[in-house]
Every structure is written in C-alpha cells, then in structure tokens.
C-alpha cells in the first residue's frame, strides 16, 4: 500500500495566518492526490481534489499544489471556521489511503 | 442534493458481524458516474477506507480486512451495506459511507457516521 505522510501533525495558527500543509507519499501519484477538511464530530469535507483542484463552493483562501510524491496544501488567510483537521489521501490505485491528519489550533 | 443517511446497531459483541446499511436519498445508486464506499475512523488507525462497490456489481476491498468484509447493495431500495465479520475492539471505529465520483477518486459526499463499539 502507498503511504501518505502529513506534516506537521499538529499546528498552533492565528486568524490571518498563512497555513501550509505538506504530504509525502511512499511512492509516485502524480497528481492523484485530495485534501479533506474534518470538524469535530463531523464527516470530512472535500475541499480539493487531483492535488490543485478546488471543490465547488469552497473559497479561494483554500489551495493545494504538488505531483508525484511531495504535496502542499494552503490556506491563504486562515478565518476562525477553518480550525479543523485536515488529511490527504491518494487515489493512485486500491486501497486509497489518508495521512495521519494535521490538526490546527488556534494560538 | 443527495444525502446518504446510515443505520445500524452503535454496539457489537466480540466475534458477531457487524452491519451497516447506507440510503441514498436524491439521486439514484445505479448512477455509473458514482460508486460507493465504506470508510472507518479509529484514534489509532485513522481514516481507512474499507471497500467500494460499483452500480454493475464490481466490489473491491482493502486488502488488510477482505476476508472479513462484504459490501453489496439493494437498487431497489437506493441502499447499500457493509458486513464485517469475527469483529474484535479493533474494529471500534466511527464508520462513514461515502459517494465517490469515478474517474477522479474524490468522497464527495458522506453519511453521518456512526459509532460502531465491540464490546460483551
């Protein structure tokens, strides 16, 4: 199976920040990769899918980049709703897999 | 807009088969631009996905967990089920369904979850 590698796990961020998230896979995906958002008690949320792809309905401030095994994630000018979890997953080929998660708190 | 509402015992004793049911509400099942999965969350594990199936019947299962799964689905009724069998506290988990879109792989819409605990 393909590993995903989220860094960091956890990040103590501000209202204004700019967040950075990077994942590392065990072997080439290409761009097959997608980030999710995860409220407490709530299912994940597709925010960007294919690694740059922006989900209908989500803002801007949310943006991924990245191919083959190093992948980042972005958030422009971080706002108080978007304290959460945050995880990669590939899609390369079965079984699709998750990063460990980054969790962000606010400082 | 669709909307996937699951159902099924939130207590299973050690060694039962543990089921789950997911319904499909506002759009149809057999919709070949969608197939649909069962994911699992657990502190130690974190997010797994657990098998898909496809509106023609195709299944396929995490390696890790297939001689104990089955997925399958009822198109009559827009639901589809996972079983898992012989379960241990391992498998205390909370367990989405979720609608992935074929050809690009993203889980674009989930069900509510539903804490599963193995326990006598």
């Known amino acids: 199976d393909i590993q995903m590698t989220q860094s960091p796990s956890s990040l103590s961020v501000s209202v204004g920040d700019r967040v950075t998230i990077t994942c590392q896979a065990t072997?080439?995906?290409?761009?097959?990769l997608n980030w999710y958002q995860q409220k407490p008690g709530k299912a994940p949320k597709l925010l960007i899918y294919?690694?740059?792809n922006l989900q209908t309905g989500v803002p801007s401030r949310f943006s991924g980049s990245g191919s083959g095994t190093q992948f980042s994630f972005t958030i422009s000018s971080l706002q108080p709703e978007d304290i959460a979890t945050y995880y990669c997953?590939?899609?390369?080929?079965?079984?699709?897999?998750f990063g460990q998660g980054t969790k962000l708190e606010i400082k | 807009q669709v909307q996937l509402q699951q159902s099924g015992p939130g207590l299973v004793k050690p060694s039962q088969t543990l089921s789950l049911t997911c319904t499909v509400s506002?759009?149809?099942?057999?919709?070949?631009?969608?197939?649909w999965n069962w994911i699992r969350q657990s502190p130690g594990k974190g997010l797994e996905w657990l098998a898909y199936?496809?509106?023609?019947?195709?299944?396929d299962y995490n390696p890790s967990l297939r001689s104990r799964l089955s997925i399958s689905m009822a198109t009559s009724k827009n639901q589809f089920s996972l079983n898992l069998t012989s379960v241990t506290a391992a498998d205390t988990a909370v367990y989405y369904c979720?609608?992935?879109?074929?050809?690009?792989?993203?889980?674009?819409?989930w069900g509510q979850g539903t804490l599963v605990s193995v326990s006598s």
């Open positions: 979720a609608r992935a879109v074929y050809g690009y792989h993203y889980f674009d819409r």
């Open positions: 506002g759009g149809s099942i057999s919709n070949d631009n969608f197939y």
């Open positions: 199936i496809y509106y023609s019947g195709k299944t």
């Open positions: 072997q080439d995906i290409n761009t097959y």
């Open positions: 294919g690694a740059s």
């Open positions: 997953q590939h899609f390369d080929d079965f079984p699709f897999t």
